[in-house]
């Protein structure tokens, strides 16, 4: 796989699985932590005085085709930070050079901040000698012209927490502190079998590897179908950080993780509770209009030839996200702004 070696673009230098055919995730390389935000106790990390939250001053990288950034697209949406943080859309379509910008395409726009031809231009304008992959999202601080952060769950969490103030008032997270840490635990549980379970499978490249990737795939998600039998939300009575993070795999598992990764055991839409739980994220203000599944096909389908050679696009299925869910039923609700009845 690709990447930037001491500021220079590699295509021979990242292998992305291990000597028994596992897929091995790269680390994130950018870290810093904005003022105000309410780092995890499982992060080791402090906050950088640089960075201030501020109205305009941030500015994000995206692919709508990305699971990662879905999650700060989610959260920028919800939380109202639409005028507050600027967004750039790369191509679905990544190649040898990496991520792009094609302004021509529908949903994508140009880079607003420094008209670059490619993403990994970026990294190498923050860090002259980068040694990394170029990956979405990025979140770059117009101030101080630099990457603040690259790492999606990070990004979340500032998100959530520096910027709460500077949106409509709606919460990603529980007052409770308690309930907090329930919230990054089971981000946590649910990223190794599910979140990062489908690449597991699909880029798998011995049996073994495949097998226990789709074995704890399949465990996970039917021990959260079973516990949103009598639970609205992951923790708690209302939409968190878990399940932004549940819901940006699940919204393209049907269409993409059960045929191009393999992962073909069942559909989220035979699920009991995932589907009408999935539906019903969908449905709540905010999140449909972040979702474009056009985007999610055509870079799955079409930028991973070593699992899909010809490129072809997947028709199916024909599911409805905004069908009747029922899960107002249980106890819980959407997060609203504070000032609303």
Request: charged share 30%; hydrophobic share 35%; proline share 6%.
């Amino acid at each position: 796989m690709n990447q930037l070696v001491n500021g220079e673009w590699r295509t021979d230098t990242y292998e992305a699985t291990d000597e028994d055919g596992a897929f091995q995730r790269g680390e994130t390389t950018f870290r810093n932590w904005i003022v105000g935000s309410d780092i995890p106790d499982h992060v080791d990390a402090e906050i950088d005085e640089r960075f201030t939250p501020e109205a305009g001053r941030y500015h994000l990288y995206v692919a709508y085709a990305c699971p990662w950034a879905h999650r700060t697209l989610l959260a920028r949406s919800i939380l109202g930070l639409e005028d507050v943080i600027s967004v750039s859309v790369v191509d679905p379509w990544r190649g040898e050079d990496g991520w792009q910008f094609s302004p021509e395409k529908p949903g994508c726009t140009v880079d607003k901040l420094h008209d670059s031809t490619y993403l990994r231009e970026l990294y190498v304008e923050a860090d002259p000698d980068a040694t990394c992959r170029v990956t979405v999202p990025v979140l770059w601080d117009t101030e101080e012209d630099t990457v603040v952060n690259n790492e999606s769950r990070e990004i979340l969490r500032m998100l959530t927490t520096a910027f709460a103030d500077l949106g409509n008032g709606a919460r990603l997270l529980p007052e409770d502190a308690d309930e907090v840490d329930r919230v990054d635990e089971v981000i946590s549980e649910i990223y190794e079998p599910i979140n990062n379970g489908v690449y597991r499978a699909g880029f798998a490249t011995s049996q073994s590897a495949y097998d226990e990737a789709i074995d704890e795939l399949f465990e996970a998600l039917g021990r959260w179908d079973d516990h949103l039998a009598e639970n609205r939300y992951l923790v708690g009575d209302t939409l968190t950080e878990a399940d932004i993070c549940l819901f940006t795999t699940l919204v393209r598992f049907d269409h993409v993780y059960h045929t191009h990764f393999m992962c073909n055991r069942r559909f989220i839409h035979q699920y009991e509770h995932l589907w009408p739980y999935l539906r019903d994220i969908y449905t709540t203000p905010g999140v449909a209009e972040t979702v474009d599944m056009d985007h999610i096909k055509e870079h799955y389908y079409t930028t991973h030839p070593d699992v899909t050679p010809t490129g072809i696009i997947a028709h199916g299925p024909d599911l409805d996200f905004e069908a009747p869910h029922d899960r107002d039923r249980l106890a819980g609700s959407p997060p609203i702004p504070e000032s609303a009845d």
